[in-house]
């Protein structure tokens, strides 16, 4: 018994992981070579808001072959990181957390779901401000505070998205981001960043970073502060340009920003098949000193057609156009010089929260937080219970399980995950093994809607959220 104890621990202690990164002011940076750190994400919700299920026990990383059949894939398209919406705290994520990091990529973990009480809602946020929610979120924390790859969480997705939610949420979502805050402060061997994911709806934008951002008077370790900000933002649509999208207009307003802001989601589908042009601008000095990259929405095909893979219900996949084409945008861009920049050291501090950071009239302008709810500053002090935990593990096989085919029908060999050296972050050209098709265009696969083709611009802000089921917002419509 003690030989086995022995080698397990020696196993768990050779699983190579990615760098644990560090939010440095408006970077994130790797502690390892003192470069920051460029998101080049996916948004990753197999089967919508339908993939996670807490009856049948699954959600997106609960099921290794699965997870290693995308990882490969995304492995080979570039992604260092995924953003994961809706999880079950009490499943098993070890071994999907290590096929992930073995691939070179980080997590960003929501920390709410579509169901009822797991989500701060839009409507009369201070009813679904109690102990049992916040228990919920903190078991999600537990349950991935362990994993080296997990680089971020989202106490919120879109739960302000007009006017009227501005006027009622921000002090509750503020209070969420704290209370998560101080349950890792308390519970985490190391600091994990916590912040909010906002809709790109440019009224209340500025309004909703300036109150999650500044920094409450007389707080001298103010953990209600988001760490981190990000925005879901579908406004470069087809062949765009920089000013054209207005990405000119969201460089301008986040200058100077003391946190590190990303697209959590971007990629809008109107018209279609996208180009993914604004790939580019993204990752180019006109974005790099201000934004820190993004996140495509999204990574499998659902009714909202973003998809770049088809999944069948048999877990066999099938690229789609898109895949190839957001292929096609990375191999243009110099990763070496994208990674390699060293993080300058940086003064910006947040403003002081005052109402005079608000611009939109009826916008909340009170800083005063409500307080932790009945039960909740106990969960806080002694950890939620049952308490999940997680821990990388050997992965001993690593070829892909599931048949995958090119656009053209044409079946993928050689897939698997390449595992990659300790501290290494994955990259385009780093997986290079299969047999995947350099062909551009829409494939046979995919299935375009002709009411989603002639969609307007503008509804493509809310509709890949709303699709995830984010509680949060169908509360409100």
Request: with cysteine; net charge negative; proline share 7%.
């Given at each position: 018994?003690?030989?086995?104890?022995?080698?397990?621990?020696?196993?768990?202690?050779?699983v190579?992981?990615?760098?644990?990164?560090?939010?440095?002011?408006?970077y994130?940076?790797?502690?390892?070579?003192?470069?920051?750190?460029?998101?080049?994400?996916?948004?990753?919700?197999?089967?919508?808001?339908?993939?996670?299920?807490?009856?049948l026990?699954?959600?997106?990383?609960?099921?290794?072959?699965?997870?290693?059949?995308?990882?490969a894939?995304?492995?080979?398209?570039?992604?260092?990181t995924?953003?994961?919406y809706?999880?079950?705290?009490?499943?098993?994520?070890?071994?999907?957390?290590?096929?992930?990091?073995a691939?070179?990529m980080y997590?960003?973990?929501?920390?709410?779901?579509?169901?009822?009480?797991?989500?701060?809602?839009?409507?009369n946020?201070?009813?679904s401000?109690?102990?049992?929610?916040?228990?919920?979120?903190f078991?999600?924390?537990?349950?991935?505070k362990?994993?080296p790859?997990?680089?971020a969480?989202?106490?919120?997705?879109?739960?302000?998205?007009?006017?009227?939610?501005?006027?009622?949420?921000?002090?509750?979502?503020?209070?969420?981001?704290?209370?998560?805050?101080?349950?890792?402060?308390?519970h985490?061997?190391?600091?994990?960043?916590?912040?909010?994911?906002?809709?790109?709806?440019?009224?209340i934008?500025?309004?909703t970073?300036?109150?999650?951002?500044?920094?409450?008077?007389?707080?001298?370790?103010?953990?209600?502060?988001g760490d981190?900000?990000?925005?879901n933002?579908?406004?470069?649509?087809?062949?765009?340009?920089?000013?054209?999208?207005?990405?000119d207009?969201?460089?301008?307003?986040f200058?100077?920003?003391?946190?590190?802001?990303?697209?959590?989601?971007?990629?809008?589908?109107?018209?279609y098949?996208?180009?993914?042009?604004?790939?580019?601008?993204?990752?180019?000095?006109?974005?790099?000193?201000?934004?820190?990259?993004g996140v495509?929405?999204e990574?499998?095909?659902?009714?909202?057609n973003?998809?770049l893979?088809?999944i069948d219900a048999?877990?066999?996949?099938?690229?789609?156009?898109?895949?190839?084409?957001?292929?096609?945008?990375y191999?243009?861009?110099?990763?070496?010089e994208?990674?390699?920049?060293?993080?300058?050291?940086?003064?910006?501090?947040?403003?002081?929260?005052?109402?005079?950071?608000?611009?939109?009239?009826?916008?909340n302008?009170?800083?005063?937080?409500?307080?932790?709810?009945?039960?909740?500053p106990?969960?806080?002090?002694?950890?939620v219970?049952?308490?999940?935990?997680?821990?990388?593990?050997?992965?001993?096989?690593?070829?892909?399980?599931?048949?995958?085919?090119?656009?053209?029908?044409?079946?993928?060999?050689?897939?698997?995950?390449?595992?990659?050296?300790?501290?290494?972050?994955?990259?385009?050209?780093?997986?290079?093994?299969?047999?995947?098709?350099s062909?551009?265009g829409?494939?046979?696969?995919?299935?375009?809607?002709?009411?989603?083709?002639?969609?307007?611009?503008?509804?493509?802000?809310?509709?890949?959220?709303?699709?995830?089921?984010?509680?949060?917002?169908?509360?409100?419509?």
């Amino acid at each position: 018994m003690l030989l086995q104890t022995a080698l397990a621990a020696l196993g768990a202690a050779v699983v190579a992981a990615v760098p644990t990164l560090e939010v440095r002011g408006p970077y994130f940076v790797n502690p390892k070579t003192g470069n920051r750190f460029q998101v080049v994400g996916v948004a990753y919700q197999p089967g919508g808001s339908a993939g996670y299920n807490k009856e049948l026990k699954k959600d997106p990383l609960s099921d290794p072959d699965v997870c290693l059949r995308d990882a490969a894939l995304m492995q080979i398209l570039g992604i260092n990181t995924i953003r994961v919406y809706n999880l079950n705290p009490d499943l098993n994520h070890d071994e999907c957390a290590s096929i992930f990091n073995a691939a070179g990529m980080y997590m960003i973990i929501d920390v709410n779901s579509p169901l009822v009480g797991e989500a701060l809602t839009s409507h009369n946020p201070w009813e679904s401000y109690y102990a049992a929610y916040l228990n919920r979120t903190f078991a999600v924390v537990e349950a991935f505070k362990n994993y080296p790859n997990t680089l971020a969480f989202f106490s919120g997705n879109e739960v302000l998205n007009n006017n009227k939610t501005g006027a009622t949420v921000p002090p509750y979502m503020r209070a969420v981001t704290r209370d998560i805050k101080n349950y890792i402060k308390n519970h985490s061997s190391r600091p994990i960043p916590v912040g909010y994911s906002a809709a790109d709806v440019r009224e209340i934008l500025f309004d909703t970073y300036n109150y999650f951002q500044c920094s409450i008077e007389g707080e001298k370790d103010d953990m209600s502060r988001g760490d981190i900000f990000a925005l879901n933002s579908y406004s470069w649509c087809g062949d765009s340009s920089f000013k054209e999208a207005s990405y000119d207009e969201l460089v301008s307003g986040f200058t100077g920003t003391a946190v590190p802001v990303f697209f959590s989601e971007y990629g809008c589908n109107v018209p279609y098949p996208r180009i993914f042009t604004e790939v580019g601008s993204i990752y180019s000095p006109d974005m790099w000193d201000v934004f820190s990259g993004g996140v495509v929405y999204e990574y499998t095909q659902e009714d909202n057609n973003y998809g770049l893979v088809k999944i069948d219900a048999n877990g066999n996949a099938q690229l789609l156009g898109d895949y190839l084409a957001l292929r096609e945008q990375y191999s243009k861009l110099n990763f070496d010089e994208i990674q390699g920049q060293s993080a300058p050291k940086s003064d910006a501090k947040p403003p002081v929260c005052s109402e005079k950071l608000i611009t939109t009239e009826g916008f909340n302008t009170n800083f005063t937080l409500p307080v932790l709810p009945p039960g909740a500053p106990e969960i806080i002090k002694d950890g939620v219970k049952p308490r999940p935990s997680g821990k990388l593990v050997e992965i001993k096989d690593w070829k892909v399980k599931y048949t995958v085919k090119n656009p053209d029908g044409t079946v993928i060999t050689n897939l698997a995950v390449q595992p990659l050296a300790d501290d290494e972050i994955n990259r385009p050209g780093l997986n290079t093994e299969a047999d995947i098709s350099s062909a551009t265009g829409t494939s046979s696969a995919d299935s375009p809607k002709e009411s989603e083709d002639a969609a307007p611009r503008a509804a493509a802000v809310l509709l890949p959220a709303f699709a995830m089921g984010a509680f949060a917002v169908m509360a409100n419509l």
